[in-house]
């Protein structure tokens, strides 16, 4: 199997692309950076690298990239900084996700590949209609007219949701969200649901990026999870924090 992880110097891109190699996963990551690469990542010997800023590539590039993967996975994300939070690019994960897509079409796969994009709860399912209560909903309505990032990940999970679809022949995907991430070193027990089961806002609860990896690299090595969610949008909390207070 291959797959293709984008935002894979992040700290939840960093445990996916390890999940995935002790799974004897081939990986192939554009970074724009390598050194920002744990070693242990750099050196594996299932580990292709490409140094460059994934919107700075070339269509030839990014069609060379998908060639013959199974899974392309998204840890994209911005840097929460003022220069990440309104900097260019605005956009940074629907368009990449748009130019991912539009590659792995053109090079026509005889079987659908898994697309997997880390999201967040902050980003409402549509086909599920996920009711907010109005305060949530006036919240969500400034963070998405004033902070970019938020906007960036409704459009790319509506992208995939609604331009891509659940028929598309050439392309599966799955949308995961997690509640606030935190960092843990171990994988623990975590709950997986079809929509949130707490307000991302008023009563938020936790998952670690490391449980998010391994999340992610079920659905793209595990067919029987997959199956159950593909064309979804599940939201993943560690045990803990999977009931609401």
């Given at each position: 199997?291959?797959?293709?992880?984008?935002?894979?110097?992040?700290?939840?891109?960093?445990?996916?692309?390890?999940?995935?190699?002790?799974?004897?996963?081939?990986?192939?990551?554009?970074?724009?950076?390598?050194?920002?690469?744990?070693?242990?990542?750099?050196?594996?010997?299932?580990?292709?690298?490409?140094?460059?800023?994934?919107?700075?590539?070339?269509?030839?590039?990014?069609?060379?990239?998908?060639?013959?993967?199974?899974?392309?996975?998204?840890?994209?994300g911005?840097?929460?900084?003022?220069?990440?939070?309104?900097?260019?690019?605005?956009?940074?994960?629907?368009?990449?996700?748009?130019?991912?897509?539009?590659a792995?079409?053109?090079?026509?796969?005889?079987?659908?590949?898994?697309?997997?994009?880390?999201?967040?709860?902050?980003?409402?399912?549509?086909?599920?209609?996920?009711?907010?209560?109005?305060?949530?909903?006036?919240?969500?309505?400034?963070?998405?007219?004033?902070?970019?990032?938020?906007?960036?990940?409704?459009?790319?999970?509506?992208?995939?949701?609604t331009?891509?679809?659940?028929?598309?022949?050439?392309?599966?995907?799955?949308?995961?969200?997690?509640?606030?991430?935190?960092?843990?070193?171990?994988?623990?027990?975590?709950?997986?649901?079809?929509?949130?089961?707490?307000?991302?806002?008023?009563?938020?609860?936790?998952?670690?990026?490391?449980?998010?990896?391994?999340?992610?690299?079920?659905?793209i090595?595990?067919?029987?999870?997959?199956?159950?969610?593909?064309?979804?949008?599940?939201?993943?909390?560690?045990e803990?924090?999977?009931?609401?207070?």
């Amino acid at each position: 199997m291959r797959a293709v992880v984008v935002g894979a110097s992040g700290a939840t891109g960093q445990q996916l692309v390890r999940e995935l190699l002790n799974r004897n996963v081939a990986v192939n990551i554009i970074v724009r950076e390598k050194d920002k690469l744990p070693n242990d990542i750099q050196t594996h010997r299932h580990l292709t690298i490409k140094e460059a800023s994934i919107l700075q590539l070339s269509d030839s590039e990014m069609l060379d990239i998908v060639k013959d993967c199974d899974a392309v996975a998204s840890c994209l994300g911005h840097n929460i900084t003022i220069k990440g939070i309104f900097g260019k690019p605005k956009m940074l994960v629907t368009d990449s996700v748009q130019r991912l897509c539009q590659a792995i079409q053109k090079n026509n796969p005889a079987k659908p590949v898994k697309f997997v994009l880390m999201n967040t709860t902050a980003n409402t399912n549509k086909d599920l209609n996920e009711q907010l209560a109005l305060k949530e909903k006036f919240v969500f309505s400034v963070l998405r007219n004033f902070l970019p990032p938020q906007l960036d990940n409704e459009r790319a999970a509506d992208y995939l949701r609604t331009e891509i679809g659940k028929s598309n022949n050439k392309i599966e995907w799955s949308i995961v969200r997690p509640d606030t991430l935190i960092d843990e070193n171990t994988v623990t027990e975590y709950r997986v649901f079809p929509s949130p089961v707490r307000s991302p806002i008023f009563d938020a609860g936790k998952t670690s990026r490391i449980n998010v990896a391994h999340f992610m690299s079920e659905l793209i090595t595990n067919e029987t999870v997959w199956e159950q969610w593909k064309s979804k949008m599940p939201v993943i909390y560690n045990e803990a924090y999977s009931l609401s207070k």
